[in-house]
């Protein structure tokens, strides 16, 4: 029985998301599906007037490829993700998003979410599948890790970096002190983090880290690819989730192992300009879990995942069961 479209808003998507573990296996079914059972085009984008602005279409299908799958097991939906950088000065979140998920076996319409809190957790999951299978391995003291930006990406990597690598300490960084300084304090607080400081500049927070996590929004031109190799650890983990907006060509090229989510989107990206003398990957994220591959005995990885609409749809389609088992939500008429 069409029981009409279920509506949850940002807090309704926070009370029903699921935990960092289960997030994170949520994020690797993701990974893994792109590389046989998913339908997802690049980023359909147009850019409004304001300067920086952007507005993304990002449908996505899972058809599971194993025997016996029916539209049952399917997921078909889309993210439609906003960014306006001078909604700052106005007092408004620079980056919006819905999700929409409709049902695999007739298209209709079955649930409308609040994308932002769903965009925060399944990045830094998808970036904990990295961290998991390709962190260096140190002896004798914790893992560091940086974080370079402080906003809502930074927030949720350190939440992910704390519960996926126990022990670790953090350098972060921010143009804005007092975000990067209030990120550390918060940090510090967090079970299993040894130690949490903000740095003044990202080549002091990047230099002597094991993991590098950067969140940069809205980079300047001027500012773009400008963490070259001479600032990391021959053999630090670099995950890349601001696109180009930190990490150079030189460090993808310099690196043992280049990954990223998607590759026909990071193609498309690169041809557009994003990712301008940047290599071919070396493997998806999804390829490599399958393959089994493991991290190479010595130099660089450097993965950059671009955000796909599959693992919005996955973890969106998660929540609207979590959000119906527990009655949260509003019903809207069709």
Not at 113 to 134: K, M
Not at 155 to 175: K, N, W
Not at 185 to 195: I, M
Request: aromatic letters at 4%; a neutral charge; hydrophobic letters at 50%.
């Amino acid at each position: 029985m069409d029981t009409g479209i279920l509506y949850l808003s940002g807090a309704d998507v926070v009370r029903a998301m699921p935990s960092i573990d289960e997030g994170l296996e949520l994020a690797e079914r993701a990974m893994t599906a792109l590389v046989a059972d998913a339908e997802l085009p690049a980023k359909i984008g147009v850019h409004p007037r304001p300067d920086g602005s952007f507005a993304h279409a990002m449908p996505a299908s899972l058809r599971p490829g194993r025997v016996g799958a029916t539209t049952a097991d399917d997921l078909l939906g889309m993210k439609w993700v906003l960014g306006f950088p001078a909604n700052r000065e106005l007092g408004a979140a620079p980056i919006n998003a819905l999700v929409v998920i409709n049902d695999p076996g007739t298209g209709l319409p079955m649930a409308i979410l609040d994308g932002a809190p769903i965009t925060a957790r399944r990045t830094a999951a998808v970036s904990g599948v990295v961290v998991r299978r390709f962190a260096p391995t140190v002896t004798g003291r914790p893992l560091r890790a940086a974080v370079v930006g402080a906003g809502v990406q930074g927030r949720s990597h350190v939440e992910m970096l704390a519960r996926v690598l126990p022990g670790i300490s953090f350098a972060i960084h921010d143009r804005h002190s007092d975000r990067a300084a209030d990120l550390a304090a918060a940090a510090a607080r967090l079970p299993g983090v040894t130690a949490a400081a903000s740095v003044a500049s990202a080549r002091e927070a990047t230099v002597d880290a094991d993991v590098v996590i950067t969140a940069v929004t809205f980079a300047r031109p001027e500012d773009r690819q400008r963490m070259s190799p001479d600032w990391l650890a021959c053999d630090a983990l670099v995950v890349a989730v601001d696109y180009a907006a930190m990490c150079s060509a030189a460090t993808a090229r310099d690196g043992a192992l280049f990954l990223v989510d998607d590759r026909g989107q990071f193609l498309a990206n690169r041809d557009a300009g994003q990712f301008d003398g940047y290599p071919d990957p070396t493997a998806t994220i999804g390829e490599a879990i399958l393959a089994g591959t493991r991290r190479p005995a010595s130099g660089r990885v450097v993965a950059t995942p671009l955000g796909v609409g599959l693992a919005d749809i996955v973890f969106a389609a998660d929540i609207v069961s979590r959000a119906r088992a527990t009655g949260l939500g509003m019903l809207l008429a069709r």
